[in-house]
Each structure stands twice: as C-alpha cells, then as structure tokens.
C-alpha cells in the first residue's frame, strides 16, 4: 500500500514561516509528479503547487516568490518552504502524489492525510 505522512504544519503569525514535510512510502514504481493543495473552510480545495520527476515546478499566483517546493528523490520526501505568511493561507495543506506502484499499473493520485496551518492575524 502507499502512504503519503506529512508534518510540519501549525500555528504562525503574519510574516512568519513554516516548512512542510511529505513522505511517501510503500510500493512506489514510479512518480509523475508530487504536489500541494490547500482547502480552507467554505472552500474548495486548490492546486498550491507541484514539481514534476524532472524537477519542472508551477505555483498558483497566489505563492509565487512565498512558497518553494523541493524534493529529496532518494528518499521519496516533498518539502513546502512557506515564507511570508499571510491570513489568507490558513488551510489544511495536502500532499499528493500521482504515481502508479508498477510498470503495468495506472497512474493514481494519493493523498495524505492533511496537515493544518494556521497564520493569525
């Protein structure tokens, strides 16, 4: 089975910042890519960003020049750098990652379990 487990999350004030972890276990043949999205109350859950197995990434307007997404391949681990925070990027953040665990197996997202962030105000 996979698993995704992230950590890192928690409580920051405006202008602090935070580092998400992501790490994927189980029977991984291969990824696609690995990613972030973020769900807030009342709405839905949006694309933060993603980095592609050869490293290509995408930020929603939103974080660009904040948030830096990284990986660690040797150890199937995605990491969200999360500077400059602001009120509006309370959520709960998920990890996902869409890889197939075979070489004859279809692509599948999965998903963690979700970590919450919160940034007073």
């Known amino acids: 089975q996979v698993q995704l487990v992230e950590s890192g999350g928690g409580l920051v004030q405006p202008g602090g910042s935070l580092r998400l972890s992501c790490a994927a276990s189980g029977s991984i043949f291969s990824f696609v890519s690995m990613g972030w999205y973020r769900q807030a109350p009342g709405k839905e859950r949006e694309l933060v960003t993603y980095i592609t197995s050869v490293g290509r990434t995408n930020y929603v307007d939103s974080v660009k020049g904040r948030f830096t997404i990284s990986r660690d391949s040797a150890k199937n681990t995605v990491y969200l750098q999360m500077n400059s925070l602001k009120p509006e990027d309370t959520a709960v953040y998920y990890c996902?990652?869409?890889?197939?665990?075979?070489?004859?197996?279809?692509?599948?997202?999965?998903w963690g379990q979700g970590t919450q962030v919160t940034v007073s105000s």
């Open positions: 996902n990652a869409h890889a197939r665990v075979g070489p004859t197996a279809t692509y599948t997202d999965y």
